[in-house]
Each structure stands twice: as structure tokens, then as C-alpha cells.
């Protein structure tokens, strides 16, 4: 086994100093240019934000190990993105056409209970959504007055108040595996796909009057545990 070649690939032994002084050099760009981008948690970046931080990334990242790359390309880069990065905000800040375009817009998913057609042309699974509920101490769709997902990914949720909280669809994982497509005993019954819940008879073979899925699950009740 070539030793050497595993631990420096092409480079001599000494070339690790040079690295390391690469990396601080970068590393302090990095936070000049994170420091001009502004103060941002990391949920709270938008998706045009994380393409800036992972174009600034690859940014700094050749130039500290690879030889071939010099420091003051990198740092053009940086000015350059941070510059395109100040301009669009201020045109998104100016145009709200251009904000849409870029940023997107909040959806409403869930409304009175029932999903909304709206919801499938999310990049966000059922289940996904279903577990953001629970971890807002939400077990079931009738607990919920409006649900939104931002522009940013994340999820919205508000509350219908106590009086106006009725039956719903069970978001438990264990009470969704409980699906039926016929109804043995009449009461009240949520389709499994969008959540629209009626009261329903015997019936051989159950199918949504929303969205036609045949599926379904007893509904519950109860009110959101605080």
C-alpha cells in the first residue's frame, strides 16, 4: 500500500501547512461573507438562501486543500454571490412578482379538518405532515382550523377553538393502520386520503364523496391536550 499517497494524495508532506493556512484564510472570508448575508437561524433560511450557502461553500471548500486553486478566485466568488445575494433581496424587498418567483408562497394544506386538493403539489408526504402535527399535540384533523406550509418548508398550524372542535381523522400511527374499505358498524367515519368526515350507515363498499378514495377510519374526538 502506497502510504504516501493515501495520506497526502499528489501533494508533499509540507503542503499541510500551506492547508491549514488556506483554511483560516477561508474560513475568516466565510465569515466576513456570512456576516454581510445578515443573521439568520438555519429554519429560517429560504430556499434562494440555501443555494447562496451551499454555492459559498463550494466556494471555500477547493481552496483550502487543492493546490491548483488560488485564494483570490475564491474570494471574487464571494464578493460576487454576496453582491447577487444583496441585489435580489433588495429587488424581493421592492416587487412582490419577484419574491413569488423566487421565494415561492405559503399554501394552505388543511382547512375545517379536510386536506386540500392543493396539498399533493407539496414536496411534503402525508406522513411527514401527519408527524409535525403530533408534535404539536395534535391527534386528530378536527382539532385543526387552518394548516399552512410556508414558503420556507415549514408548517403552520392553527387551532379551531374548543366549541368548534369536532370529529376528525386520527393522525396516531396505530389507529391510521386500522384503514377500512367497508363500514361493518354506522357512526362516523374519515376518509384515510383527505380527511372529509361524515356520519355513514352499513355500507359493502366505502369511496369518498370529496376525493374518491376508498378508503377510511373511524373518526375520534377530544379536544388538543396543552
Known sequence: MDWQSLLFGK???????????????MFLVILVGLRMLGKRGIHQLSVFELGVLIGLGSAAGDPMFYSDVGLLPSVVVFTVVVLMYRGVTYLISNNDKIETLIEGRPTYVLKDGRMLEAFKKQPLAKDELFARLRQNHVYHLGQLETVIIESDGEVSVFFAPDEKVKAGLPVLPHLLDE???????????????????????????YICSMCRHDECVKSITGLRIR
Do not use: M, N, Q, W
Not at 11 to 25: N, P
Open 11 to 25: 501533494e508533499e508532506s509540507d503542503f499541510l501547512l500551506e492547508t491549514g493556512l488556506r483554511t483560516i484564510a
Open 179 to 205: 384503514c377500512v374499505k367497508k363500514i361493518d358498524t354506522p357512526g362516523t367515519y374519515s376518509c384515510c386520503s383527505c380527511g372529509y368526515t361524515a356520519d355513514s350507515g352499513v355500507s359493502s363498499k
